[in-house]
């Protein structure tokens, strides 16, 4: 049963590097930093991914004592007070970076070598599970922007015209939405603005709580929310490559240029007339279908459940907030925050079935999923003039095609998860075999 399990872990890692390679490779050719050179630059200058750095060490962290935890966190904190130190001396103010993080990254790689050249067998293995948790998190940031620069440059038109018509099926919430947001004045926009960029931050403390166990038990439970937030950062970024869109901000608003259609988001909606492939810049990256916020934000939410009620709350405010913030500026259509749902349940069924069995139910709502966002994405393409035209009946069908994924969802977890009880009462008794 080893030997499988590693020669498993073995081929992901050199999946993961030959595409962080290829990737490398793409940017420069773009004349561009990638991935690992962006990486390691982190290690000296001032850190773009800052806050998520210290959120990265806070994962890495679940496989330390409390003892090694004080001590990691204070010597990341003393080392960017230090570099925090030399850069006032030196007179070199940060202007395109944060003024911390290096110091957690500093930490992490202090933590791998300890794990190389003090460490042995299952302790090694430990601690280097942590170390691959706390730099996945920061690589798929890093990865995801480089990715997004290839749809900027291989995908020159765009299909907000199709998804605009299409959005009239679900009442435009972007642009209602937009108005709203608007109306809120700039407190409004920070604040929705803080919990749109943060959400690696609220995905680490569902995912802290949830590991809080390893130091102890020294081993990691079968399902928890990073596994499934690398699966969907890893598949959705692939169907952007399929369906480039833009979003409405700079389609049809201000944020185009000259780019854009028109400048009406949000106070006024798209006409309906027939849709066309919209060209656009080399800049813009193509990433709204499906909203990957959403699908994030809809895997904290459904990972909070199980947690204790002020995570349970923070969840569901973190899902709503990121909702209201991605239809609020104008980054996504309601078409794509549907897509999002139903791509979001499907993978998570799936994620969760990998780890405790395949059964028929599980095959079946993998499949269900499937299908509903397949012809999603068929009718936004094709069908966009009629879901204008008939909004009345192709927004209730869609909403409906969600709602039973969803429904599959909550039964296939009451099967697999019968009393819901509270995670304190599912966790083995001492004693118990």
Request: aromatic share 10%.
């Amino acid at each position: 049963m080893r030997r499988p399990r590693v020669l498993l872990w073995s081929a992901a890692g050199a999946v993961t590097l030959a595409f962080l390679v290829a990737l490398e490779i793409a940017a420069r050719h773009y004349g561009l930093p990638g991935p690992v050179t962006t990486q390691v630059q982190e290690l000296v200058v001032a850190p773009q991914s800052g806050f998520l750095l210290y959120a990265s060490m806070g994962l890495m962290m679940v496989v330390l004592t409390w003892r090694q935890r004080l001590i990691a966190l204070g010597v990341a904190l003393g080392i960017d007070a230090v570099i925090a130190l030399i850069r006032l001396v030196a007179d070199a103010p940060v202007t395109d970076g944060h003024p911390f993080g290096t110091g957690a990254l500093w930490v992490i790689v202090g933590v791998t070598v300890i794990a190389l050249t003090r460490r042995t067998g299952p302790e090694r293995m430990l601690l280097l599970k942590g170390v691959g948790l706390g730099l996945l998190l920061v690589a798929g940031r890093k990865t995801g922007d480089t990715w997004l620069l290839i749809t900027s440059k291989t995908r020159p038109l765009v299909l907000d015209q199709y998804l605009a018509n299409a959005d009239r099926a679900f009442g435009n919430p972007s642009w209602a939405v937009g108005r709203l947001v608007e109306a809120t004045g700039p407190a409004g926009d920070f604040f929705l603005d803080s919990i749109y960029t943060q959400l690696p931050v609220a995905a680490v403390c569902v995912a802290v709580y949830q590991l809080r166990h390893v130091a102890r038990d020294r081993v990691f439970p079968g399902h928890h929310l990073v596994r499934t937030f690398l699966v969907i950062g890893l598949v959705g970024p692939a169907i952007y490559m399929i369906f480039p869109v833009v979003g409405p901000i700079f389609a049809f608003g201000s944020d185009g240029g000259h780019w854009a259609m028109a400048d009406l988001w949000p106070d006024t909606a798209v006409p309906v007339g027939t849709p066309h492939h919209m060209p656009f810049d080399e800049i813009t990256p193509r990433n709204c279908m499906p909203s990957l916020h959403t699908a994030w934000a809809t895997a904290i939410y459904i990972h909070s459940r199980r947690g204790p009620k002020f995570l349970r709350y923070a969840g569901t405010f973190w899902l709503v907030a990121t909702l209201a913030a991605t239809l609020g500026f104008g980054y996504h259509y309601g078409a794509d925050l549907v897509a999002g749902v139903v791509f979001t349940l499907t993978l998570e069924v799936g994620v969760r079935a990998f780890d405790r069995g395949w059964d028929r139910s599980a095959v079946l709502l993998v499949v269900h999923g499937t299908v509903v966002f397949s012809v999603l994405l068929v009718a936004y393409r094709y069908l966009s003039l009629e879901m204008a035209h008939y909004p009345w009946l192709y927004g209730p069908l869609f909403l409906l095609a969600m709602g039973s994924v969803i429904y599959g969802y909550v039964r296939i977890v009451r099967r697999w998860e019968p009393k819901a009880a509270p995670l304190a009462q599912l966790e083995p008794q001492p004693g118990m075999a």
